[in-house]
Structure formats: structure tokens, C-alpha cells
T-cell receptor, first 110, second 112 residues
Framework: EDQVTQSPEALRLQEGESSSLNCSYT??????LFWYRQDPGKGPEFLFT???AGEEKEKERLKATLTKKESFLHITAPKPEDSATYLC???????????FGKGTLLTVNP | NAGVTQTPKFRVLKTGQSMTLLCAQD?????MYWYRQDPGMGLRLIHY???????AKGEVPDGYNVSRLKKQNFLLGLESAAPSQTSVYFC???????????FGSGTQLSVL
């Protein structure tokens, strides 16, 4: 059974204070690892897909990286508008259905 | 660009009542999904569909039924609501074979 564990559960940063979110996973034959952003009262919004160890993707202040056991979402010089819950998900083997982690609630204070 | 639209946005039911949640997508996506999101549990897949007229069970299907009579619509039904079904329900869609999901804005359901 695929498993995804995200840490920390919650993270509070000051504006401009860089940090990283962690997503560790257990899956038989990783097909893809996905990062989504979820704002309060809204559905998740797709950010990145990573397929193989060593791969990196960037979007504005966000950078996602992947190893064989975990993924990191690095946030550089965050702004208050980066505040959201960040969800990690995986698909493995012949199973194309996503298994989600519980998410990390990020709060960026001005 | 409507994307994925869910109705209703909020609903309160009494135990034993029935209701249907409607999901509509205008992106011509083949695949559609119903998830529930509970505090501390993350998103869990209820049912999904890989095409018009086909449905399949996800991780937590008990107590729910679905139908996909038209490609653009995916209905989630609760025949006899229970307090354990209090949750936020999200519909999503994707292109065939893609794990990039597009989500609706959710339905907050309370069962008293």
C-alpha cells in the first residue's frame, strides 16, 4: 500500500524566511510525485510533477526536488500570499490513482 | 473558464436522508473523481470514472454510489446519510492517463 507522510504538520515563517517542507513516501515503483497547493475553502491546485530521483522543478519562489525516498518543497523568501496548505501525492506501479499526504499548513507572517 | 463546478456548496442533512452531489467539468476530460477530505486524514478517494458509463470503487466507497451518464457530469449519491459522512467533498477531473487533477471548490456536508 502506498504511503505518504508530510512534515511538519504546520510551519510558521516570517516574510523572507526561507524553509523547506518534506514529503517522504513508500511506493512500489514510483510513477510520479505531485505537489498541490490548497487555499482555505478551495480545492487543491496542481503545482509540480516529479518522475525520477534528481529531478527538480521551479515556479516563482517554489522549488521541488525528489530523491528515492522523499521530496522537498523549498520556499525561498516567502511572501504572505504563499500561505496555504501544501499537499504531496504519489502514484506507483500500475496504479494511476493518487495517494495524498495530510499536508503541511504554511503561514507566512508579514 | 468554469473548469470543475460542484453543487451545492453547503448542505446539512439529517441522519437517514439522501442527497446527490453534482460535479460538472467543461474541459472534455475522460477521468473524473470524488474525494472526501477530513481533518487529520487527508484526501481519500471515494469513487472514480475513466469514461462515460464506467465507474469504479476507490479507497472509501461504502455508503456512496456514483453515476456517469454523460462525459461532463459525475454524480455522487448518499442513499442514507450517516454522521460519519460529515466531510468536505471534492470532485476532480483529468485527461486520460494524467495524474494532473483539476479540482472543484468543494461541498461542505454536515450530517446531524
Amino acid at each position: 500500500e502506498d504511503q505518504v507522510t508530510q512534515s511538519p504538520e504546520a510551519l510558521r515563517l516570517q516574510e523572507g524566511e526561507s524553509s523547506s517542507l518534506n514529503c517522504s513516501y513508500t511506493v512500489s515503483g514510483l510513477r510520479g510525485l505531485f505537489w498541490y497547493r490548497q487555499d482555505p475553502g478551495k480545492g487543491p491546485e496542481f503545482l509540480f510533477t516529479l518522475y525520477s530521483a534528481g529531478e527538480e522543478k521551479e515556479k516563482e519562489r517554489l522549488k521541488a526536488t525528489l530523491t528515492k525516498k522523499e521530496s522537498f518543497l523549498h520556499i525561498t523568501a516567502p511572501k504572505p500570499e504563499d500561505s496555504a496548505t501544501y499537499l504531496c501525492a504519489v502514484t506507483g506501479g500500475s496504479n494511476y490513482k493518487l495517494t495524498f499526504g495530510k499536508g503541511t499548513l504554511l503561514t507566512v507572517n508579514p | 473558464n468554469a473548469g470543475v463546478t460542484q453543487t451545492p456548496k453547503f448542505r446539512v442533512l439529517k441522519t437517514g436522508q439522501s442527497m446527490t452531489l453534482l460535479c460538472a467539468q467543461d474541459m472534455n476530460h475522460e477521468y473524473m473523481y470524488w474525494y472526501r477530505q477530513d481533518p487529520g486524514m487527508g484526501l481519500r478517494l471515494i469513487h472514480y470514472s475513466v469514461g462515460e458509463g464506467t465507474t469504479a470503487k476507490g479507497e472509501v466507497p461504502d455508503g456512496y454510489n456514483v453515476s456517469r451518464l454523460k462525459k461532463q457530469n459525475f454524480l455522487l449519491g448518499l442513499e442514507s446519510a450517516a454522521p460519519s459522512q460529515t466531510s468536505v467533498y471534492f470532485c476532480a477531473s483529468s485527461r486520460k492517463g494524467s495524474e494532473k487533477l483539476f479540482f472543484g471548490s468543494g461541498t461542505q456536508l454536515s450530517v446531524l
